[in-house]
């Protein structure tokens, strides 16, 4: 019986730059300066066999894929994924929030997804393939377009923010 690979354990936004900075420095994008600034950027790298944890806080990642990760415990705060694809990732007690209007182009296959928020933010075309979303929240997104699931299996799961009102009275809220 073959023994499982251990993972590398990534810890926080701190300890993943300075991992990449030690054995792969060509996968740092330069900082994006202008109205969305980022100084953490991630691009054009495959991450396998990885266990992330911690606060991923102020961070972009481009073009980045991975393969058979754990997120676990994540607190992503303006935690932004553009172009990217987790295969057969677990994601775990996990919340994003911030996402100003940068989750674009994210392709979940054979994903799991428990106890997961995204939340305060806009999302566009994110697919989730043959994945399994068990009390998750996707409440609070505005705008989200273009969001696919393909033969996943969700349970306890919601996706709207719920909107309360007084004296029972039901008023249109188009504007964010």
Partial sequence: MAKE?????????????????????????VPKKGFYEKENRVVRKTFKNFAFKGNLHGIEFRG????????????????????????NCGIRNS???????????VYFEKCYLRNVELDEGSVFNLTYDGCTLTTCSFGGLFPSENIRFDDCDIDDSHF???????????????EF
């Avoid at 990534?10 to 054995?23: A, Q, V």
């Avoid at 980045?64 to 295969?87: A, L, P, R």
């Fill in 160 to 174: 709207l923010a719920l909107q309360y009102y007084e004296d029972n009275k039901v008023e249109r809220d188009d």
């Fill in 5 to 29: 690979k251990q993972k590398i354990v990534i810890d926080g936004t701190t300890s993943l730059m300075e991992y990449l900075k030690k054995n792969f420095p060509n996968s740092i994008g």
């Fill in 64 to 87: 980045v894929k991975f393969i058979n990760c754990d997120f676990d415990g994540i607190w992503g705060f303006f935690c932004v994924f553009q172009n990217c694809e987790f295969k």
């Fill in 95 to 105: 919340r994003f929030s911030h996402l100003e209007m940068d989750w674009n182009g």
